[in-house]
């Protein structure tokens, strides 16, 4: 079985600070990973995804994640935050053999302070 | 490509009615998906269907659930009976058919029982 852990619900950065969003997972195959946000009253915006290969991801909006398989992490980060990033933030498995299904963290609501 | 729609945006109906959401995914894609979000939580996987078949059932889906895809097109999911639990945001998502393309999410159909 599959699960996402994602360490704080709620995280304040200044404007122009570094976010960093943590998300551990578990999994019994090779994962594919994603992060995805979503604004109030919308639906989810796919971020980045890592499947194979490179293991530092690029994302829109300057966000990137790295997939460190020894650590089961795919930590989101941005060098310098910006007011338009305040949003929630899911990070999501699925397994990459025959099953589609992603299983997503309880997420993390991201404030930028002016 | 205009993307995936959910009707209705917001629905409120009172406990014990049965209650009817519609999702047309992004036309070329053959893969649908219906989730439901609950407040403070990440989106919970139902179903999901590749063209009119439906592959997967999740546990959360009881037999007041019921979800078509006739023709491969639309999808419906409709809750018999709504009690106050089945209040949250229900997501619908398509994908093709490479599970690592990732999922584009509509903006939700909000519902609350009353």
């Known amino acids: 079985a599959q699960s996402v852990t994602q360490l704080g619900s709620h995280v304040s950065v200044s404007e122009g600070a570094l976010v960093l969003l943590r998300c551990n997972y578990s999994s019994s195959v090779p994962p594919y990973l994603f992060w995805y946000v979503q604004y109030p009253n919308q639906g989810l915006q796919l971020l980045l995804k890592y499947t194979t290969g490179a293991t530092l991801v690029k994302g829109i909006n300057g966000f990137e994640a790295e997939f460190k398989k020894s650590e089961t992490s795919f930590h989101l980060t941005k060098p310098s935050a910006h007011m338009s990033d305040a949003a929630e933030y899911f990070c999501a498995v699925s397994e990459s053999f025959g099953n589609e299904k992603l299983t997503f963290g309880t997420g993390t609501r991201l404030t930028i302070i002016p | ?114």
């Open chain 2, 1 to 114: 490509d205009t993307g995936v729609s959910q009707d209705p945006r917001h629905k409120i109906t009172k406990r014990g009615q049965n209650v009817t959401f519609r999702c047309d995914p992004i036309s070329e894609h053959n893969r649908l998906y219906w989730y439901r979000q609950t407040l403070g939580q990440g989106p919970e996987f139902l179903t999901y269907f590749q063209n009119e078949a439906q592959l997967e059932k999740s546990r959360l889906l009881s037999d007041r659930f019921s979800a078509e895809r006739p023709k491969g097109s639309f999808s419906t999911l409709e809750i018999q009976r709504t009690e106050q639990g089945d209040s949250a945001m229900y997501l619908c998502a398509s994908s093709l058919q490479e599970a690592n393309y990732g999922y584009t999410f509509g903006s939700g159909t909000r519902l609350t029982v009353v």
